[in-house]
């Protein structure tokens, strides 16, 4: 398929404004995090600081998902993504200003990075819950495709622009910087259409929390790939966080050579989206889960002693397998969930995505003591592909979907159900 077809989605008029506004505010949040932790080192703390400070924004962005689904789904989403993103906004001016007045006290700076991190759990699942407003047909797994690129592409410049930035001007301007990029973002989402909302009847929380949970549970290959993104972001990806640089400081040159890995497992995710543009499979959700294979590379090469030039191509391939399965994974989300109920869905899978991560983070060191760093590594390799094999042994992950139809999303039932296509075998 020729190029401009496959970016036919960035000439829909409002895609492109949010997709200029949110990439924008992206490269400044990856900016933004490195500045926060140089932050807190220049003002005199130390690893238990910077510590409470890097927790002081995940924890928030896990308890606050469930809440973000509900009042997305309540609200709309271009209604809480602005509010979310005035309180990004006003935060990063916050913590620019206090560290313009030299050393600010530790709770300062904790309590305007939870702010962030739970204006951050408000604006997910809403962002899940806008694409399919602001697309047509086809497109939209383009859109999730050039949204996963923009990511990737955030996640490598991002970092090295923060590091001249930070060592010229100082981690104040950058998060100025940051600060602008959410102004970005608040006009992009300004000149969107509003999302219109059903209208419901009148609830609680609570109900709204059981009926997101209802649809969730009710479609198998939602649940179970989000158990396996639990189990992986525990056994796998969190260990490799942990144990890579270690590994790179004892054997592979260091935190250059550790960078350079991470780089190339960026570029591998912007190589993939790239490559999803136009592609449609039939059956998506047996390419995203056949994808995640690659995710067992790194551990696996790492486990093994293999030199650097072996460890950057799995993580190069780790990086296109995680760009294919995050536009589908998305896709057939947006497809298949009611759209009153999309935010709160999205919330769901998230929250078990990642709620184990940081269990797997302080377990790692630990476990390594136990049975070695090649043990735990090695494990979580052989643990991905176990759990790939198991779940592309079930009948919902093989089916064929239909073709998006060009008037917009379409609501499936609960549980996918082999088409007339797919049983006849043609």
């Given at each position: ?177 940051d600060s602008a990029s959410y102004a970005a973002s ?25 009926e997101g949970w209802t649809e969730f549970r009710s ?28 590994v790179a400081q004892q054997r592979l040159g260091g ?172």
């Open positions: 398929m020729p190029l401009h077809r496959r970016l036919a989605v960035i000439r829909e008029r409002d895609f492109c404004r949010f997709f200029i506004g949110y990439a924008t505010s992206l490269l400044g949040s990856s900016m933004a995090s490195i500045a926060v932790s140089f932050a807190v080192l220049e003002t005199g703390g130390g690893g238990t600081e910077l510590g409470y400070v890097l927790a002081a924004r995940i924890l928030p962005l896990v308890l606050v998902l469930l809440v973000g689904g509900v009042v997305t789904d309540r609200l709309g989403s271009r209604q809480v993504m602005l509010t979310a993103d005035a309180v990004r906004c006003l935060t990063q001016a916050g913590l620019a200003v206090s560290l313009l007045g030299g050393a600010p006290g530790l709770w300062t700076l904790v309590v305007l990075v939870a702010l962030w991190g739970a204006a951050e759990a408000l604006f997910t699942p809403a962002l899940n819950a806008l694409v399919p407003h602001i697309t047509h047909g086809d497109t939209l797994s383009d859109a999730n495709a050039l949204l996963g690129v923009a990511r990737s592409f955030a996640s490598i410049a991002g970092p090295v622009l923060a590091g001249v930035l930070t060592a010229v001007t100082g981690a104040s301007s950058v998060l100025a910087l608040i006009l992009a989402l300004l000149l969107l259409p509003r999302t219109a909302m059903p209208a419901l009847p009148a609830s609680s929380f609570v109900a709204d929390l059981r479609r198998t290959w939602l649940w179970v790939t989000s158990v396996q993104g639990c189990l992986f972001n525990l056994l796998v990806w969190a260990p490799f966080l942990v144990l890579g640089p270690v935190a250059s050579s550790w960078g350079l890995v991470m780089a190339l497992y960026g570029a591998g995710a912007v190589v993939g989206g790239i490559a999803m543009l136009g592609r449609h499979p039939r059956r998506p959700l047996l390419v995203a889960t056949v994808a995640t294979l690659g995710w067992s590379l790194p551990s696996a090469v790492l486990s093994t002693g293999r030199s650097l030039p072996w460890i950057c191509a799995a993580a190069l391939i780790a990086g296109i397998g995680s760009a294919v399965c995050g536009a589908l994974q998305a896709t057939i989300t947006q497809r298949q969930v009611p759209p009153g109920a999309l935010a709160r869905v999205s919330a769901y899978n998230s929250f078990g995505a990642f709620a184990l991560g940081p269990v797997g983070l302080a377990a790692a060191g630990p476990a390594s003591v136990l049975i070695g760093t090649s043990g735990v590594l090695g494990f979580g390799a052989v643990w991905q592909i176990t759990t790939v094999v198991a779940v592309l042994a079930l009948p919902p992950i093989r089916v064929v979907l239909p073709r998006q139809p060009a008037d917009g999303p379409t609501n499936a039932a609960a549980d996918l159900t082999p088409t007339t296509e797919s049983r006849t075998g043609r």
